[in-house]
Every structure is written in C-alpha cells, then in structure tokens.
C-alpha cells in the first residue's frame, strides 16, 4: 500500500526521533511544568495533541506536571447562566456564584477533560484542585489598581480572587514518582476553608517555583509576547517587559503570564517559555527542537 503523501519519509521521521535524543538525555528525570490555557484548549484535536505530548514526555523518564487554566470555559457558562465576566488586570471579578461556577468548570469540566485525555493516550493522570490534600495554600489577593487620572493607586476588592501562599510539593513528588502525571486546577484554599479562585499562570509559575523545575511552558493562543505590529518578542529584560506594560502593549491575560514567567525564572526555574498552544505538538516543538518556538524567558537577561 502506498503511504499517503501527508506523511513524513521513514529518514524524516528517524532523522526527528534522532534529533530529539539530546533533548531526552538533558531533560530526563527533570520536572516540567506546563500550563495549558483555556483558549489554547478550545479545540478538541488541540487536545488531543497536547495530552499525546504530555504522556510521551513521562515515557522518556521527563516528570510533566499540568497546569491548566479554562477562562474562556468560564465565561461560557457565566453568559448561559446571564451572569456577567468582569476582569481587572487580567483577573476575573469572583463573587459568590461566580466562584460556585468557576469551581465547577475549572475542578469538574475542564480538568476531567484532560485527565481523561491523557489516560486514552496511555498516560495515568490524576486531577486534582488545589484544595486536594491542600495542595495549594492561598490567601486572598489585594489588586491595586491605577488609572493616569488617579494620583495614587487604590486598593480595589475583587472578591474571592487569591494568591498562592504555598504549594505541598511533596504531594506532587510523591504522585510524579508512582508514574502518575498531575492535573492541577488553579483553586486555592486557606486555613479555614474558604476557596480561592487564582489565576492559572501564578499557580503554574508559583508550582514551577517550589518544584525547581527545569522549565515552566505556558501554552497561550498568541504565538508569543507580541510587541504592537505584532512581531514576536523574545529575550527582555525586567526593565523592557515593565516599559511594555506602561505603554499598553502587555496588557490583560499577558499580564500574569509574563510576570509569573520573570518571577519563576529569578526564584530558579530555569527557564520559561511563552508559547502557542494553537499549533499541534507544540510542547514537544518546544522542548525537542532547536526552532525557538514562542518568547523565551531566562534568568540571565531577566534582570
Ligand atoms: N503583548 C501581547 N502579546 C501577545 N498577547 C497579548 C499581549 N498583551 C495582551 N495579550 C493578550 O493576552 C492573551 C493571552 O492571555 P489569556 O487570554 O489569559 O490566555 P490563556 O487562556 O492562554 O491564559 C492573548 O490572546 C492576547 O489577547
Ligand atoms: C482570578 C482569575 O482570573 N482566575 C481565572 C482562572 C482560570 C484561568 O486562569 O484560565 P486561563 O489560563 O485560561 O486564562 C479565571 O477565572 O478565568
């Protein structure tokens, strides 16, 4: 039978599974944290793809632990339930209902979609949110915020919005070395018991940052930090991502991602990559090729 002319020669395909081989031997028994936004998620083959990478990343001895976010999902069933979204520096406004409603989608929908997913590819995932053996420990987040108009910046409640306080890594270690790969959904919990919804990027970087983990991969529907004629921004400095904040290039969604990959890779996590989910196997473009994928984020130029 003839192979159909969409697939790779038997040389490509070898020539590929070659190449990759420094990739496996560098990064084996190494952790990777990578977070998979909702909007990167919006496709079921997209899915597909990305459970596929994340199980073939745990084959070859590489210790993946999944992030993942599921704001557009949110959103999705605020408006069926005709309940508004409102945002503040990239963060979602949580009061009560909306808090019910984001632990739905986030700790039911979404994270039992790609446990699910990754168990069909022949992984063993668990899902878990945050308050799972209190994994994450949170407390509620202060936004300031600023307008120019205003001449000093105020304090703003948003509601049941959290920050990470700590994260249990030896709950993780110990799943990551029974060959399960963890599926964790940005929910928080404090002493008492309350829920925290908390931005996906931050609990990603904040995770990558007690894990020590060799990368932190976010996965986004942009192909990288743009600048305004949309050109693909690698390589900045604190000060060049801080003068992009203020004249509204980086702005929503962008915001945590790139603060959370700065702080990640100043408190040792080797490096962060900002890239995009949109385009299949693009974990495993990331880590197993040179090609440079997305906006990458090192401690050395991140000063
Ligand atoms: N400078 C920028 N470069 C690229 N994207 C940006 C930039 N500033 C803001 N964004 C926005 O950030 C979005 C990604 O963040 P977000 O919507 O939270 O995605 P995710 O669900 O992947 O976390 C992009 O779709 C884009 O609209
Ligand atoms: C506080 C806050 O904004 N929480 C986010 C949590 C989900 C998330 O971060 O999802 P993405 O990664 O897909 O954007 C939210 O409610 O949308």
Redesign the pocket.
């Known amino acids: 039978m003839t192979a159909p002319s969409s697939v790779n020669s038997p040389q490509t395909t070898v020539k590929v599974l070659s190449e990759a081989l420094p990739y496996i031997q560098k990064f084996s028994g190494k952790t990777l944290v990578i ?1 998979y ?3 990167a998620m919006t496709q079921d083959d997209l899915i597909d793809s990305f459970c596929r990478d994340v199980v073939l990343l745990k084959e070859v001895g590489i210790n993946p632990v999944v992030v993942h ?4 999902q ?1 959103g999705d069933l605020l408006k069926r339930l005709n309940i508004e979204s409102r ?1 503040v520096n ?3 406004v ?1 009061d009560s209902e909306t808090m019910d409603v ?1 632990q739905m989608v ?1 700790g039911g929908l979404v994270n039992k979609e790609i446990v699910s997913q990754i168990n069909l590819a022949g992984g063993k995932a668990i899902g878990l949110t945050g308050k799972d053996g209190q994994l994450i420990k949170a407390k509620k987040l202060k936004v300031s915020h600023k307008t120019p108009e205003m001449t000093a910046p105020e304090i703003i409640d948003i509601g049941h ?1 959290g920050e990470v306080e700590s994260v249990d890594t030896a709950l993780i270690e110990m799943l990551a070395s029974r060959d399960f790969i963890p599926v964790i959904a ?1 929910i928080g919990v404090d002493a008492q018991g309350a829920s925290y ?5 931050l609990v990603a970087g904040k995770i990558a940052d007690a894990l020590k983990a060799e990368k932190l991969i976010l996965l986004t529907n942009v192909a990288g930090l743009q600048n305004k004629e949309g050109k693909v921004l690698t390589g900045l400095t604190t000060a060049q991502v801080d003068e992009l904040i203020a004249d509204g290039t980086i702005y929503g ?1 962008m915001l945590p991602k790139i603060r959370c990959a700065l702080d990640a890779v100043k408190d040792g996590v080797q490096s962060a990559h900002i890239i995009d989910g949109r385009v299949p196997h693009a974990t495993l473009l990331e880590i197993f090729t040179n090609a440079g994928v997305g906006t990458l984020i090192t401690n050395q130029i991140s000063s």
């Open positions: 977070k936004g909702g909007n976010g599921g704001g557009p949110i945002f990239g963060m979602r949580t984001v986030l919005v940005p919804n908390i931005n996906a990027d969604g």
